[in-house]
């Protein structure tokens, strides 16, 4: 244990003082619109870290899409870092995430909505720090261009919830194309045990019946799509 009796009742003061400044300043400089190792963690003890969550959730601005998803409540619940990462993009730290270097026979489905997303056969070691993946089983992932502007963000074609992003021409695998995707937004079923049933969004059924409703019109498209016998 240091001996800190040399120092003056006034110069403990400044001391305190300017570590207390320091941490707040420290938090302050973290991102807000990403999530990083400390806000999963240090949210748990740090009360200015929560509030994002609480904020987006708020009814005093509109919500965004996926929100009014999770508002109606379809799907499973999620915890406070799940919420961090699938409702609000933000990004597991390197490493931390369960699955980087899982290799078992199995599927990866959405933690949000149970929709099967990948298989690990098309999972590699990339030692980027998150569970990489070169394919994903079709139709299952929705490719959309990053608020950043040059990412392309990755999200579960049936409720919208944040997987990641999708980067191409590394030459990492055959495929040259690598999945970065958080741990967190997944939920690994091992091979051989039941999947359980995905959470239809509603938003989507809703749209099938519309589609459905309009037979007339598909009738025509098919009609015209018909091969002329040349
Ligand atoms: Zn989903």
């Known amino acids: 244990m240091r001996d800190f009796s040399h120092f003056g009742g006034k110069q403990l003061l400044r001391i305190t003082f300017a570590l207390g400044m320091a941490f707040v300043f420290c938090g302050c400089g973290a991102p807000t619109g990403t999530v990083n190792a400390d806000d999963s963690t240090a949210s748990e003890s740090t009360a200015d870290k929560t509030p994002s969550v609480k904020k987006t959730t708020s009814s005093t601005r509109k919500p965004r899409r996926y929100e009014l998803n999770m508002d109606s409540s379809p799907f499973n619940k999620l915890n406070e870092a799940e919420q961090y990462v699938i409702l609000h993009k933000g990004t597991e730290p390197p490493g931390d995430g369960g699955y980087t270097l899982t290799k078992d026979p199995g599927t990866y489905i959405c933690k949000r909505c149970n929709t099967p997303l990948y298989r690990a ?14 394919d994903e089983i079709k139709d299952a992932v929705k490719r959309q261009r990053d608020a950043d502007g040059y990412r392309i963000e990755i999200v579960c074609a049936n409720c919208g919830g944040h997987l990641g992003h999708v980067f191409h021409g590394e030459r990492l695998t055959p495929k040259n194309t690598r999945h970065c995707v958080n741990s967190i937004s997944m939920k690994f079923i091992p091979e051989g045990k039941e999947l359980p049933k995905p959470i239809k969004n509603p938003a989507l059924k809703e749209k099938e019946k519309a589609t459905s409703r309009k037979p007339e019109a598909a009738k025509v498209e098919k009609e015209e799509a018909k091969p002329t016998g040349k």
Not at 121 to 134: A, N, R
């Open 121 to 134: 056969e098309d999972k590699f070691i990339s030692h980027c720090g998150w569970p990489s993946f070169d």
